[in-house]
């Protein structure tokens, strides 16, 4: 299994990026993809999931209204496109995924077996 992120920077507060994950290694069809960040001196917080058997997405509130997870099943991508950014955003975002509920391992980042690299996300006030 490899899951590959791309798309971090820097922005100032308010604007967007969008993270993507290129996955492979693995039948993308059943898993769940969860984004998962990470500041310094903080424990990983789930920020997002999609399942890719039905495209049901879960969210944490901290970004529920800002940020937007989709997924290509076709190319095996999946996107989170974070907009209205804020200062607090700031983290490494690491792509995840596991054959578990989107609901569970959003609130148990631990859940998920399988990580990416991480992507670094920057937002200035």
């Known amino acids: 299994v490899q899951l590959v992120e791309s798309g971090g920077g820097s922005v100032q507060s308010g604007g967007s990026l969008r993270l993507s994950c290129a996955t492979s290694?693995?039948?993308?069809?059943?898993?769940?993809i969860g984004w998962v960040r990470q500041a310094p001196g903080k424990e990983r917080e789930g920020v997002s999931c999609i399942s890719t058997r039905d495209n049901t997405t879960t969210y944490s509130d901290s970004v529920k209204g800002r940020f937007t997870i989709s997924s290509d099943n076709a190319k095996g991508t999946v996107y989170l496109q974070m907009n209205s950014l804020k200062p607090e955003d700031t983290a490494t975002y690491y792509c995840?995924?596991?054959?578990?509920?989107?609901?569970?391992?959003?609130?148990?980042?631990?859940?998920?077996?399988?990580w990416g690299q991480g992507t670094q996300v920057t937002v200035s006030s």
């Open positions: 995840a995924a596991d054959l578990v509920f989107c609901h569970y391992a959003i609130r148990r980042p631990s859940a998920f077996d399988h």
């Open positions: 290694g693995f039948t993308f069809d059943g898993y769940a």
